[in-house]
């Protein structure tokens, strides 16, 4: 049988062992050079929608995740104070994109991830260099501290500092500060046994609650602050002094939590896109191509999207980049502008969007959802089918 094509991604997160899986089941060679020790994610939970499941279907994983994770939508969206200003219902979004809207820890679907890759595909403590990108006429390389990799197709997978993409786009400016910080937590909580996911809207700043499968609770903050910023003293300290004094549970979560168990990360995005999403036989994705505010919780769904579209695409990268560039840009600008709803510090602009939630809330869930039209009910170009046999 000819001798299968060669595929190295860089970069071990969901993107690219999201990627490795789908171009395994191509029937390609595949090595991921992860520059971190482990695959072992950063503690935070991630959201996926209908669109990121499917594309997980393709790689027969889906329900295994759905399995896994918990339900997201039963709750809504409240005041400082507790007020809820809407209800959401996890099934009407179940039943509206065919799929429900799950949470989970990273570290989860990472494993499930790297279940999917025989021993030996991926290494770790290897960073890596794009030397080459390659061409129609000659493959492209990668350099490691131990070796140089030939390559029919390079996989830049490797975040919001990607150095791939440097190297396709040296002109491109990069990221650029969305204008706030978050924070995260996975913690057990003590004494709160059960409660309502909800995410709650302040002047300039956010707070978000969700119980996981797990017993655990995941939250996330966010607020206005200049870039760079850190706690005089620390950072669980940070959010007593912002969100202390917010409705239950959040004064118990933030109690709960270890100074240690707090992550604070300035936010980034890719405001002017790229010219494409690939340059020979190199392509990136996720954050690499098309890093964008949390706020509508599709970075690592569109990560996922990118890589079964670009499996499907791998001998034809133009073809990637039309069907991708289009969709993520328009993703990452919708982003962009609900954050700025979302985090507004101006005393009228909240009272205005307060009432208008309030009021779409009334009129029923399908007017809360319809944001979600055209990108939640996403399918992949091709279904999933078995992986290929080894007959060597």
Request: glycine share 10%.
């Amino acid at each position: 049988m000819p001798h299968p094509s060669r595929a190295v991604v860089i970069g071990g997160g969901i993107g690219g062992l999201t990627a490795a899986a789908a171009l395994l089941r191509q029937g390609r060679q595949v090595t991921v050079l992860e520059q971190a020790r482990s695959l072992e994610p950063v503690g935070a939970g991630i959201s996926l929608a209908p669109n990121g499941l499917r594309a997980l279907d393709v790689l027969g994983i889906g329900d295994e995740i759905r399995d896994l994770a918990a339900w997201q939508g039963d709750g809504g969206l409240r005041t400082p104070a507790g007020r809820w200003l809407s209800r959401t219902d996890a099934a009407a979004a179940a039943a509206r994109f065919g799929s429900p809207i799950v949470l989970l820890h990273r570290a989860t679907l990472i494993n499930s991830l790297a279940a999917l890759l025989p021993p030996g595909t991926v290494r770790t403590t290897a960073a890596a260099t794009l030397t080459d990108p390659g061409d129609t006429g000659r493959p492209a390389r990668v350099r490691t501290a131990d070796d140089e990799l030939e390559a029919d197709l390079v996989v830049g997978a490797d975040g919001i500092d990607s150095g791939v993409r440097g190297a396709l786009f040296p002109g491109h400016p990069g990221p650029v500060y969305s204008g706030f910080t978050t924070w995260r937590v996975v913690i057990p909580v003590p004494g709160v046994v059960e409660f309502a996911s909800h995410e709650t809207w302040g002047r300039g700043r956010l707070w978000g609650t969700h119980p996981l499968k797990d017993g655990r609770v995941y939250a996330y903050a966010a607020a206005m602050t200049p870039a760079g910023g850190h706690a005089p003293d620390d950072e669980k300290a940070e959010l007593v002094r912002r969100f202390g004094d917010w409705h239950d549970p959040i004064p118990a979560v933030i109690a709960a939590a270890r100074p240690e168990d707090v992550l604070r990360h300035d936010v980034r995005h890719i405001a002017e896109p790229l010219p494409a999403y690939h340059r020979g036989r190199t392509a990136l994705l996720g954050d690499a191509a098309h890093a964008m505010p949390p706020t509508l919780g599709q970075g690592g769904n569109q990560a996922i999207e990118d890589a079964v579209v670009l499996a499907h695409h791998a001998d034809d990268l133009p073809a990637y980049s039309s069907a991708r560039l289009p969709r993520t840009t328009a993703i990452v600008r919708q982003s962009v502008r609900v954050a700025r709803v979302n985090m507004t510090g101006n005393r009228a602009a909240i009272a205005v969007r307060n009432t208008a939630v309030a009021a779409l809330s009334k009129a029923g869930p399908a007017l809360l959802l319809r944001g979600f039209d055209g990108i939640a009910d996403w399918r992949p170009p091709y279904a999933a089918r078995k992986a290929p046999v080894d007959e060597r």
